[in-house]
């Protein structure tokens, strides 16, 4: 028997497999535990809120006879974990490793500390303020492709024209890549399809136990997928940076990066280094590019998409967004930097959309020593901690009825209220979402451009069926019809 094998039948019963007794949890099968509730059919998130009911601050879940998860989703147990520098789950994260490497998403320890030291100045104000050009320039380009279809009397999908515009948006800011349209490259489209076939792989993978072998699962054809498509993933990163160190020889292109002119995502990574001048690998420079790549596109079309879809079915919030829209753009049909601060009404509905669909559902933390909770329960170090987002919105103890969209829980005043971890859509604590900002700003810009050129008008034969494969998608697609803005002379 190979390592690889022999750690997954033997290591893991002795290594997962941790005390959790003060933790009740659902009925679940002696062998299968609690895969065989989750139905891949749009209710699984649901069932998670469901069973939050019966135990309100944390429970039990078993994935297989071996993997147990405490999965919390109440603010008070979600803060004890999201303050520690308790690192990423071993096992679901793992399967990310040969895809996106051990970036910023994964690494742990000294290595992420002085990697997020270094890629920091990356999201500062400074760097971030010339990029709203560049997201207006990519929201127009797919707003001018929908005049078509604001023609036609029927809907259509609207994640797919959403992540062709996130990324050809992160392509230019975060990587300078302006020289071909995204929206006519094949080549781009690949990349698209990988990343979400990669998605659906490491969710696959998750469920399957036997696959957590590495041996057993690059054996089976999911494994052979996998492999296929992160290779055309990689090329993708890798082409990125090979033309960036190209450039790189050029003495302009040095003297720019010298005096902090017009600094990307990119020429930090290629230029970072720490206070004994060590800089980052190449390795590590590819890990940290393909993991802004998928997390920097996918995350941000998740959000956006899911916003503009609870404006859809919620026309008086929408129109109320429109009028503050056209009054802070003063007759523009493009964002600026500072339109970002006149729109609160429409951020309060971005940040109640991202309540109900947060784009990132669940993450998971794996202690490395005993935590007590508030209530005087704890678990041991090696316990794996499931943290449901999706379940901590829709907390019914927390949020008063949490199923209905209401933007006014954001409100100053009603947000003093609350724990500072009812509302994570960003993660929260030391290893929060380094993007978050960015990814605030883009939507932003996006829902403003697209609400004063459509109405956004809901499909009720076409209601979206909602999975977590990483980020928050839909089982059908998202579907929305919409009709031209006729903006009075």
């Known amino acids: ?23 009740l949890g659902p009925p679940k099968h002696w062998f299968f535990g609690h895969i065989r509730e989750f139905k891949q059919d749009g209710t699984d998130l649901f069932k998670i809120v469901e069973w939050a009911e019966s135990y309100p601050l944390a429970m039990s879940m078993w994935f297989g006879p071996f993997v147990a998860f405490l999965n919390i989703h109440h603010p008070d147990y979600v803060k004890a974990i999201l303050t520690s520098t308790e690192p990423k789950d071993d096992l679901s994260y793992s399967f990310l490793i040969p895809w996106i490497g051990d970036g910023l998403l ?31 320039d990519s929201a127009k380009t797919m707003l001018d492709k929908w005049d078509s279809l604001s023609e036609r009397d029927e809907s259509f999908e609207l994640f797919e024209h959403v992540s062709l515009m996130t990324l050809d948006t992160i392509m230019k800011c975060a990587f300078k890549m302006f020289s071909f349209s995204l929206f006519f ?26 696959y957590h072998s590495d041996w057993l699962f690059n054996l089976s054809p999911h494994g052979y997928q996998f492999r296929k498509a992160c290779k055309i993933a990689q ?75 609870s404006l859809a079915c919620n026309p008086e919030h929408q129109q109320i967004c429109r009028d503050e829209i056209i009054s802070a753009l003063e007759g523009r049909d493009f964002m600026e930097w500072e339109d970002l601060s ?70 100053p005043e009603n947000s003093a209220k609350r724990s500072p971890h009812a509302f994570v859509p ?4 030391p290893r929060n979402c380094i993007g978050q900002n960015f990814a605030m700003n883009e939507m932003k810009v996006v829902i403003a451009q697209t609400l004063r050129r459509y109405h956004l008008i809901e499909d009720p034969t076409k209601k979206p069926k909602m999975i977590p494969r990483l980020v928050l998608r839909s089982l059908n697609g998202i579907h929305l019809k919409i009709k031209p803005v006729h903006l009075e002379p």
């Open 426 to 429: 960003f993660s929260a604590g």
């Open 106 to 136: 994964v690494s742990k320890g000294q290595k992420w500390f002085r990697h997020r030291r270094l890629l920091t100045p990356g999201f500062h104000y400074d760097v971030l303020k010339p990029y709203i050009k560049l997201m207006s």
């Open 185 to 210: 490259s094949s080549e781009i489209n690949s990349y698209i399809k990988a990343v979400y076939d990669l998605s659906n792989l490491v969710n696959i993978r998750f469920r399957i136990f036997p």
């Open 1 to 23: 028997m190979n390592s690889a094998h022999h750690k997954w039948a033997f290591g893991v019963l002795s290594v997962i497999r941790l005390p959790l007794q003060p933790f």
């Open 235 to 309: 090329s993708h990163t890798e082409q990125i940076i090979r033309n960036r160190k190209e450039a790189l020889k050029d003495e302009e292109e040095l003297h720019r990066i010298k005096a902090k002119k017009n600094i990307d995502f990119l020429d930090i990574l290629l230029c970072a280094r720490d206070e004994n001048q060590q800089g980052l690998s190449d390795e590590a420079i590819r890990a940290e590019v393909d993991t802004f790549m998928f997390e920097g596109h996918d995350t941000t079309a998740s959000g956006i998409s899911w916003t503009l879809y």
């Open 342 to 411: 006149k729109m609160p009404y429409t951020t309060m509905c971005i940040k109640e959309s991202l309540r109900l669909y947060p784009p990132v559902p669940g993450i998971s933390r794996k202690t490395t020593k005993p935590i007590t909770f508030f209530d005087g329960r704890s678990v041991p170090g090696g316990c794996l901690i499931g943290t449901s987002i999706f379940a901590i919105h829709r907390n019914a103890t927390v949020w008063e009825n949490p199923n209905v969209f209401d933007p006014h829980r954001f409100l």
